[in-house]
């Protein structure tokens, strides 16, 4: 015997109420407890589904109809009295609130069939505006003093025609706001996460409208799940109605996905490759060889690059302070030695990544910018830029040297602390940007000059270059050996893609895929970068290694030995900054090897990589000692020796009126054993930074 529709429909709210009286007693004695604090009842679509024959069908008609489903969820916890309030009232406008849904929906996938369907999508917070009350029954009161309620929904206010009591024809009603009834409400816009986003896409947005207790958890950077109901609402122009609609999704529940790398996909089958490949004794030289394999050499970069992928552990402290775990590189290099390739296949294999070029980036772009647009109604609201979405990942930023000036000391604070501070249009936040910044810049002459101080020949300032952990001086330098081996190398490679090509196009005899696949190998990754994305979000969620006695040992006396150079009258070779570095390097080191310990052989490795770097930045080829002061402020030792002599030399010549004729200062302190042009770059400094005039021709005043 077939069911009545009518008999069907009262099941579907005793099915509820057997499955809330089975699974949630404990949720709704709470809720019974905390109302009206709390007023939602979370509930998990898979628990719906594991319920039997009758959850399956209860989780099917969610997904298809879930105005009904919320309906029959709410009469199930009335008829059956599941709530109870302090005062024996009942409970007035609890939330039916699903999470956990199995399918996530791409925001560029949304059609029509899904409108007042219940879907999930998954994304990056872009913009949040304020919180505000909305009205959703609203009371009018005619000059008779009868009143007419009208319930209102998204978008438009709706008033009555008339007085709603009978025999009355009053039209002109008021509204009567203590009467109404209101509930918070607040829009945000979610774009997709740039992980499944295709080199050159637009990122797509939705609107998300957000009521009651979900309103004001989240904040622009934030990654969410969103589960809701798909509505559509008839677009207007100019009063004119069109016949394109506009989609919303009307919030159901929101799950803010905290977890990083939880979005890449690792199933058991990848998870055996990955633990064989990290057994594999050469698992270096093949992350190393699955980094841009197009381009010939550059071993010690593309190591650095590896570790900077992997990161060391970004660690909390008791106190609230927070270390940082990710590792800073730039790349400095003449033009034409593939460093933006380098940074475009980064972002191919990080779990997470950005990349942006300099030359257009302006500092609310990389930061987070206050826009004032018909989102928010006309109010100022946050926008979230390239720095926080690239939060838990790599923010590759090409072309540093052409950036602005204000524009990159908005990086100072993203690079050290973390986080991005917006004091801007009244909005003040604090947004979270956790990510490890790869830098490329052109040397300020466009190449570099062999002879010359290398600090002098990069075009940023010394507080940002301090940041980075890693430096690398990438030179052109002719060399018939190397130069044979990349022509040989690039002519291979494009003899290759001709092949392919043609045979494409039209097969040529002979040519097997074997054939193809073997002239291929030396342009091919030793890892799919597929698989390496996987292993390096496996390796982040999984493994946190811990210093072993024998590495501490290494990296304090590598640290001991530099510090160890500087005299009482010699320059500072390192900060504590190398060190704390080196020790972030050697975590990244152990995770390659999905290790729990870091080994002195971890320590060796980037002891190695860390002095390469030294010696390009910070060697003073003069004296033969270390001189982090190049770097970290920009004028070496011996600079600053030769101003205070300078100084000096002015002094005691000029007396009193501190000046002097400047051949006569030339004179002086070539006699002390300066070389003069060196003397003669030194007072056009003093007189650059305005540490002293030239009030008459030759002759040199101190201010």
């Given at each position: 015997?077939?069911?009545?529709?009518?008999?069907?429909?009262?099941?579907?709210?005793?099915?509820?109420?057997?499955?809330?009286?089975s699974?949630?007693?404990?949720?709704?004695?709470?809720?019974?407890?905390?109302?009206?604090?709390?007023?939602?009842?979370?509930?998990?679509?898979?628990?719906?589904?594991r319920?039997?024959?009758?959850?399956?069908?209860?989780?099917?008609?969610?997904?298809?109809?879930?105005?009904?489903?919320?309906?029959?969820?709410?009469?199930?916890?009335?008829?059956n009295?599941?709530?109870?309030?302090?005062?024996?009232?009942?409970?007035?406008?609890?939330?039916?609130?699903?999470?956990?849904?199995?399918?996530?929906?791409?925001?560029?996938?949304?059609?029509?069939?899904?409108?007042?369907r219940?879907?999930?999508?998954?994304?990056?917070?872009?913009?949040?505006?304020?919180?505000?009350?909305?009205?959703?029954?609203?009371?009018?009161?005619?000059?008779?003093?009868?009143?007419?309620?009208?319930?209102?929904?998204?978008?438009?206010?709706?008033?009555?025609?008339?007085?709603?009591?009978?025999?009355?024809?009053?039209?002109?009603?008021?509204?009567?706001?203590?009467?109404?009834t209101?509930?918070?409400?607040?829009?945000?816009?979610?774009?997709?996460?740039?992980?499944?986003?295709?080199?050159?896409?637009?990122?797509?947005?939705?609107?998300?409208?957000?009521?009651?207790?979900?309103?004001?958890?989240?904040?622009?950077?934030?990654?969410?799940?969103?589960?809701?109901?798909?509505?559509?609402?008839?677009?207007?122009?100019?009063?004119?109605?069109?016949?394109?609609?506009?989609?919303?999704?009307?919030?159901?529940?929101?799950?803010?996905?905290?977890?990083?790398?939880?979005?890449?996909?690792?199933?058991?089958?990848?998870?055996?490759?990955?633990?064989?490949?990290?057994?594999?004794?050469?698992?270096?030289?093949?992350?190393?060889?699955?980094?841009?394999?197009?381009?010939y050499?550059?071993?010690?970069?593309?190591?650095?690059?590896?570790l900077?992928?992997?990161?060391?552990?970004?660690?909390?402290?008791?106190?609230?302070s927070?270390?940082?775990?990710?590792?800073?590189?730039?790349?400095?290099?003449?033009?034409?030695?593939?460093?933006?390739?380098?940074?475009?296949?980064?972002?191919?294999?990080?779990?997470?990544?950005?990349?942006?070029?300099?030359?257009?980036?302006?500092?609310?772009?990389?930061?987070?910018?206050?826009?004032?647009?018909?989102?928010?109604?006309?109010?100022?609201?946050?926008?979230?830029?390239?720095?926080?979405?690239?939060?838990?990942?790599?923010?590759?930023?090409?072309?540093?040297?052409?950036?602005?000036?204000?524009?990159?000391?908005?990086?100072h604070?993203?690079?050290?602390?973390?986080?991005?501070?917006?004091?801007?249009?009244?909005?003040?936040?604090?947004?979270?940007?956790?990510?490890?910044?790869?830098?490329?810049?052109?040397?300020?002459?466009?190449?570099?000059?062999?002879?010359?101080?290398?600090?002098?020949?990069?075009?940023?300032?010394?507080?940002?270059?301090?940041?980075?952990?890693?430096?690398?001086?990438?030179?052109?330098?002719?060399?018939?050996?190397?130069?044979?081996?990349?022509a040989?190398?690039?002519?291979?490679?494009?003899?290759?893609?001709?092949?392919?090509?043609?045979?494409?196009?039209?097969?040529?005899?002979?040519v097997?895929?074997?054939?193809?696949?073997?002239?291929?190998?030396?342009?091919?990754?030793?890892?799919?970068?597929?698989?390496?994305?996987?292993?390096?979000?496996?390796?982040?969620?999984?493994?946190?290694?811990?210093?072993?006695?024998?590495?501490?040992?290494?990296?304090?006396?590598?640290?001991?030995?530099?510090?160890?150079?500087?005299e009482?009258?010699?320059?500072?070779?390192?900060?504590?900054?190398?060190?704390?570095?080196?020790?972030?390097?050697?975590?990244?080191?152990?995770?390659?090897?999905?290790?729990?310990?870091?080994?002195?052989?971890?320590?060796?490795?980037?002891?190695?990589?860390?002095?390469?770097?030294?010696?390009?930045?910070?060697?003073?080829?003069?004296?033969?000692?270390?001189?982090i002061?190049?770097?970290?402020?920009?004028?070496?030792?011996?600079?600053?020796?030769?101003?205070?002599?300078?100084?000096d030399?002015?002094?005691?010549?000029?007396?009193?009126?501190?000046?002097?004729?400047?051949?006569?200062?030339?004179?002086?302190?070539?006699?002390?054993g300066?070389?003069?042009?060196?003397?003669?770059?030194?007072?056009?400094?003093?007189?650059?930074?305005?540490e002293?005039?030239?009030?008459?021709?030759?002759?040199?005043?101190?201010?």
């Amino acid at each position: 015997m077939e069911r009545s529709p009518e008999l069907h429909e009262g099941d579907r709210a005793d099915d509820w109420g057997k499955f809330l009286k089975s699974r949630y007693k404990k949720e709704l004695g709470e809720l019974s407890r905390l109302y009206p604090h709390k007023r939602s009842l979370f509930i998990d679509y898979r628990q719906v589904e594991r319920f039997g024959k009758a959850g399956i069908a209860l989780a099917d008609e969610l997904l298809e109809n879930p105005g009904k489903v919320l309906e029959d969820v709410w009469d199930a916890l009335r008829n059956n009295q599941l709530v109870h309030t302090k005062d024996g009232k009942e409970p007035k406008g609890i939330n039916i609130r699903f999470t956990n849904l199995p399918k996530k929906t791409a925001i560029r996938e949304i059609r029509a069939d899904d409108i007042n369907r219940f879907i999930s999508v998954e994304g990056i917070l872009r913009k949040t505006t304020e919180v505000r009350p909305r009205i959703v029954e609203a009371v009018f009161k005619c000059p008779a003093g009868h009143f007419t309620k009208k319930t209102q929904k998204y978008g438009k206010f709706i008033e009555p025609d008339g007085c709603a009591t009978d025999g009355c024809t009053f039209k002109k009603l008021e509204l009567i706001p203590k009467r109404s009834t209101f509930v918070d409400s607040q829009k945000l816009r979610v774009q997709e996460s740039p992980e499944g986003l295709r080199g050159g896409e637009q990122p797509q947005t939705l609107d998300i409208d957000v009521t009651d207790d979900l309103t004001g958890r989240v904040s622009p950077g934030d990654r969410v799940v969103i589960n809701g109901i798909l509505r559509s609402m008839q677009r207007v122009v100019k009063g004119e109605k069109h016949t394109v609609f506009d989609i919303f999704l009307e919030c159901n529940s929101i799950e803010i996905a905290e977890k990083e790398f939880e979005e890449v996909e690792i199933d058991d089958e990848a998870e055996e490759a990955i633990k064989k490949l990290s057994c594999d004794p050469m698992i270096y030289r093949m992350c190393t060889h699955s980094i841009a394999p197009t381009i010939y050499g550059n071993e010690d970069v593309k190591e650095a690059i590896t570790l900077q992928l992997f990161g060391g552990i970004a660690k909390e402290m008791p106190d609230g302070s927070h270390l940082r775990g990710d590792i800073h590189v730039l790349l400095i290099g003449d033009p034409g030695i593939a460093k933006s390739q380098l940074l475009r296949y980064i972002v191919k294999c990080s779990p997470r990544a950005i990349y942006t070029s300099g030359q257009s980036s302006t500092s609310a772009g990389l930061t987070a910018t206050a826009v004032k647009d018909e989102f928010g109604e006309g109010r100022w609201t946050l926008e979230a830029g390239a720095l926080v979405l690239a939060d838990m990942g790599i923010a590759a930023v090409d072309e540093m040297d052409k950036m602005q000036k204000e524009d990159r000391s908005a990086l100072h604070e993203a690079m050290e602390q973390q986080s991005i501070s917006v004091a801007k249009a009244g909005i003040t936040a604090t947004l979270k940007s956790r990510c490890a910044l790869l830098g490329a810049a052109n040397p300020k002459y466009g190449r570099f000059d062999m002879y010359g101080d290398i600090s002098d020949q990069i075009n940023m300032p010394p507080s940002l270059l301090s940041r980075f952990d890693l430096i690398f001086i990438m030179t052109d330098q002719p060399e018939q050996k190397r130069d044979l081996a990349i022509a040989e190398h690039i002519l291979k490679s494009h003899g290759v893609g001709e092949l392919i090509a043609q045979h494409k196009h039209s097969p040529i005899p002979g040519v097997t895929q074997e054939y193809i696949d073997q002239q291929l190998k030396p342009v091919m990754p030793d890892i799919e970068p597929s698989l390496f994305r996987k292993y390096v979000a496996y390796s982040k969620r999984t493994c946190f290694p811990m210093l072993s006695a024998e590495a501490k040992e290494a990296l304090v006396g590598y640290y001991l030995k530099l510090r160890g150079i500087a005299e009482p009258n010699k320059p500072v070779p390192v900060t504590a900054r190398q060190l704390e570095a080196l020790v972030r390097l050697a975590e990244a080191s152990a995770r390659i090897r999905l290790s729990d310990k870091i080994e002195a052989s971890d320590a060796e490795r980037v002891i190695h990589i860390v002095d390469a770097c030294l010696r390009q930045i910070a060697y003073d080829a003069k004296t033969g000692n270390f001189d982090i002061d190049k770097v970290a402020t920009g004028i070496s030792k011996e600079k600053r020796d030769l101003v205070r002599v300078i100084k000096d030399a002015i002094r005691d010549i000029g007396g009193e009126g501190r000046r002097a004729a400047i051949e006569q200062v030339i004179e002086s302190v070539t006699g002390k054993g300066f070389p003069r042009d060196k003397v003669r770059e030194g007072i056009d400094m003093l007189l650059r930074h305005g540490e002293a005039m030239e009030p008459k021709q030759g002759i040199i005043q101190l201010i």
